[in-house]
């Protein structure tokens, strides 16, 4: 197998071995899976999935930030920036501040329904950080959030 590149798009559990956007060398192939020299320097075999043709675009993430206060909303507001400049957003939350949302008498209507909803365990920002960036590697992100419309 001589010059074929192919591009990742899937880091799935080879966090060790992949990142994601990056272009790797064939070095053989099956019906199946490719076998590459992966980031930690040995030759593995992994699913033809995780890669796309090298042409193929991959948005990555550059940054993202809170829009609302993460200590006082139940429902928080993230926006994500691209690397291509395209920014998209996201609602974040716990299940305690779901439990307070639901608890509040005047809501409604009496339920939600959220397809750009993440729940976490807490909203500090740095586990914010990692299911963004855990999202991202495993191209879920562009999935779980919203393009950002700015007027």
Request: charged letters at 30%; glycine letters at 4%.
């Amino acid at each position: 197998m001589k010059d074929k590149r192919i591009k990742c798009t899937i880091i799935g559990v080879y966090e060790h071995a992949l990142t994601r956007g990056k272009i790797y060398e064939v070095s053989d192939e099956d019906e199946d899976k490719f076998r590459i020299v992966g980031d930690h320097g040995k030759k593995v075999w992994i699913s033809k999935y995780n890669f796309s043709s090298i042409e193929e675009t991959v948005l990555i993430m550059k940054t993202w930030q809170f829009d609302d206060d993460n200590e006082k909303y139940e429902f928080i507001e993230v926006t994500i920036t691209f690397d291509d400049g395209s920014r998209r957003w996201c609602v974040i939350t716990t299940p305690q501040k779901i439990v307070e949302y639901f608890n509040n008498e005047l809501m409604n209507p009496p339920g939600i329904n959220m397809k750009h909803l993440i729940i976490m365990k807490t909203t500090r920002t740095e586990d914010v950080e990692r299911m963004l960036k855990h999202l991202d590697n495993q191209n879920e992100l562009i999935e779980m959030t919203l393009p950002l419309l700015e007027s």
